[in-house]
């Protein structure tokens, strides 16, 4: 394993030196042109929460089921949720928005989750959507997304999205901090 | 309740003030570099006709099954779908291409939608692929999705593609028509 | 079907000519601003290998099951995967990364499917994710997706991953050459 680790750590170092992006270049990052800072939250189904739930398991693996997390790390677990989406992290403050689409847990050895998902907002005051995909490493403190499109109030953006766990609760209740960050507004 | 809304109200009317997009700027919209109008047409399995299905369930909560559409509206349930394309509402019509992926169905009060999927082509006139992913708003006569890539014919694009239902016939058929409106064209 | 086949390839005709992508321009593509090459190793769990699995069916259409591939052509399976990322051919290279995220099958007729997935690298030396979307001609020597955005080192990058098949064994393991071109970094 020593040697193809070395081997691998060489051609890795050739990769990054043939590249363009130095990483004085990464430093300087332009500024968003937009931002915004929200909440959405997460309720799981879970087999007599059927009032308050937004979100349900909608397919596991073989050794999985519906109304409970799959062992271990909830690893193939797919969830389709229909979140609100709250401007603050109080989950009675009233919605501006929903966060819908799904996550799947990926990983067998810790907890990550790969998120397709759109905010949607219909309001007088903000109109459209904004489009997110990506892997979410979720054991760390923060982590990006990519916005990969918009709608709307938010026509043809493009950004980074960071998450931040703001609660987790006994399975079946999650908050997560969105710091919406668009580099590309029309 | 009143009070968080009126706070949410203000701390969205702020947010909205410190973007730098004015509703002044969202009217001068650039043109679109490409612009296609298809049709996709949709046949779900029902458990009786699989020979012309071209959809079909492959996830649901745990209160549905993959035969029957889940109620209240849908809600989790994900369908998988090779659907035929084509340049008129004629399902008859030869089609110019598939449009492949996914929808899922993610919220209890009324049927809303996720869409990822291509349109991809393969003709001696057309090849290659556009991707497309986000919310869709069923109950609305339009709702805008991403385009969020392209491949072949369409390298690089990025867009807008308008769905407006075509025909949507017992839980069984629908007809989308997409005005796939490209802005960024390579 | 002669006559709406006549119909639709001149409506095709048409509507190719009127858009401003000529077919010479497209042979003048433009450079990729960083380019990687690297190989993803999928081995699906078949109910007997949990220790060796990198990946696992987590639905399947009416007639399919978690264990075995749907027949035909896997139709409507859904696969949660996260595969080891190696600068090489080889299954026991040290991985550079994970591929995490899902792939569907979506025809009957032969082997497609689409990709929702990220490229996650978390070392001294590369940091971040790129991030795929797109359909997956399978049987096809070489095929493109979209590269939709970037995270990290691959802060808002997009372009096209062309795939090839290196391997394919029965049913349980295969392994893709993934050609990534960023057209746009940051």
């Known amino acids: 394993m020593a040697a193809t680790e070395l081997v691998?750590?060489?051609?890795?170092?050739?990769?990054?030196?043939?590249s363009d992006i130095s990483s004085g270049e990464k430093t300087r990052r332009p500024q968003p042109c937009k931002r915004l800072v929200l909440?959405?939250?997460?309720?799981?189904?879970?087999g007599k929460n059927a009032q308050n739930a937004t979100s349900a398991i909608v397919a596991s693996p073989a050794w999985g089921d519906k109304t409970t997390l799959a062992v271990p790390n909830r690893f193939g677990d797919?969830?389709?949720?229909?979140?609100?989406?709250?401007?603050?992290?109080?989950?009675?403050?009233?919605?501006?928005?929903?966060?819908?689409?799904f996550y799947l847990y990926d990983k067998k050895e810790i907890l990550t989750a790969w998120f397709g998902?759109?905010?949607?907002?219909?309001?007088?005051?903000?109109?459209?959507?904004?489009?997110?995909?990506?892997?979410?490493?979720?054991m760390k403190n923060t982590r990006d997304l990519s916005v990969v499109g918009g709608t709307g109030?938010?026509?043809?953006?493009?950004?980074i999205a960071t998450l931040m766990t703001d609660a987790f609760e006994d399975d079946r209740y999650f908050r997560l901090r969105v710091d919406v960050k668009l580099y590309e507004c029309y």
């Open 78 to 101: 797919v969830v389709v949720f229909d979140d609100p989406v709250t401007l603050d992290n109080n989950f009675r403050s009233a919605p501006v928005g929903r966060a819908q689409g």
């Open 39 to 46: 909440y959405f939250h997460d309720i799981l189904y879970n």
């Open 8 to 18: 691998s750590a060489l051609l890795l170092f050739l990769l990054i030196c043939s």
């Open 153 to 159: 109030d938010f026509f043809m953006t493009r950004g």
């Open 117 to 138: 998902f759109s905010f949607v907002f219909n309001s007088t005051r903000l109109k459209g959507a904004i489009n997110f995909a990506g892997a979410d490493d979720i």
